[in-house]
């Protein structure tokens, strides 16, 4: 079973970076596309950003377009999402997927049902 860890969230300021990482327990994290999430106090989880499990392919919701990238590393089985211009409607618990049923090379997935595991989770803030 793939656990996933989360870490870098935080409390920022509107404008302001930071960079997500999600590290897998699988050793075979390079065959997984892998998405992030996010979730806000009473709203459904959201999709934000995914990409491909050789890294080739990326997407992203409207709401980060041009501001967050998702990236890999596989030599170091980690996922990142770096978010720059974070605004105050960014605010949420953001978590890390995995998908390891079959997948189509080169494709990643936007919808939640699309993956098998969620890692725990971990709360950016920004304030205004």
């Known amino acids: 079973q793939v656990q996933l860890v989360e870490s870098g969230g935080g409390l920022v300021q509107a404008g302001d970076s930071l960079r997500l990482s999600c590290a897998p327990s699988?050793?075979?994290?390079?065959?997984?596309?892998m998405g992030w999430f996010r979730q806000a106090p009473g709203k459904e989880r959201e999709f934000v950003a995914a990409i491909s499990s050789g890294g080739a392919t990326t997407g992203y919701a409207d709401s980060v377009k041009g501001r967050f990238t998702i990236s890999r590393d596989n030599a170091k089985s980690t996922v990142y999402l770096q978010m720059n211009n974070l605004k105050p409607e960014d605010t949420a618990v953001y978590y890390c997927?995995?998908?390891?049923?079959?997948?189509?090379?080169?494709?990643?997935?936007?919808?939640?049902?699309?993956?098998?595991?969620w890692g725990q989770g971990t709360q950016v803030t920004v304030s205004s």
């Open positions: 699988e050793r075979t994290f390079s065959s997984y596309p």
């Open positions: 997927a995995a998908r390891v049923q079959h997948s189509i090379s080169r494709a990643y997935y936007s919808g939640r049902n699309s993956y098998d595991y």
